[in-house]
């Protein structure tokens, strides 16, 4: 899936549009996993089963076309050059693009590391504990869906309002 979803961004959709489509994907998964875990849906366990493995699919195409344009898009937001900065004392540091790029990154893989350390300890703690949990889980990958298209939304508004002819 990563190499579709690269290839929409770079044919028809480009990078963001295609990572808000590739959300919305991914959040039907987590609706569909949630249906496939409802005790009526239980009931028939072959049901059950089919529609699982149809909610990991979905979801799994909607993780691959995210994870391919997230990260390229990430070292397309810093958009300074190589350049020389004094400091106060007078000091004189070459900041080199390439270097922070990799600072950048080394930063983004940090957090998803820390995001996915932080998703598995609570995810078994909500396991044991409390099932509504999973409701706030949903909500959140609501609202961060929401926003991104909002976000898309606002863009193309204010690029198409600066717009020079």
């Not at 044991?128 to 869906?145: A, E, I, M």
């Amino acid at each position: 899936m990563p190499l579709v979803g690269a290839y929409l961004a770079d044919s028809f959709w480009g990078r963001y549009r295609t990572i808000c489509y590739a959300t919305a994907v991914a959040l039907v998964g987590h609706c569909l996993l949630v249906y496939a875990a409802l005790p009526s849906t239980l009931e028939d366990p072959q049901h059950a089963f089919r529609s699982f493995l149809f909610a990991i699919l979905v979801m799994g195409c909607g993780t691959g076309a995210f994870k391919s344009n997230i990260s390229p898009l990430v070292a397309e937001q810093y958009q300074r050059r190589s350049h020389i900065r004094i400091l106060p004392s007078g000091e004189r540091v070459y900041v080199d693009r390439q270097m922070t790029i990799a600072r950048i990154y080394i930063m983004f893989y940090v957090f998803i590391n820390v995001g996915s350390l932080a998703g598995q300890i609570s995810m078994t703690y909500t396991e044991k504990v409390s099932t509504p949990v999973h409701g706030v889980v949903r909500t959140s990958l609501t609202y961060r869906d929401s926003t991104t298209v909002s976000g898309w939304r606002l863009r193309f508004q204010l690029s198409s309002s600066c717009a020079v002819p």
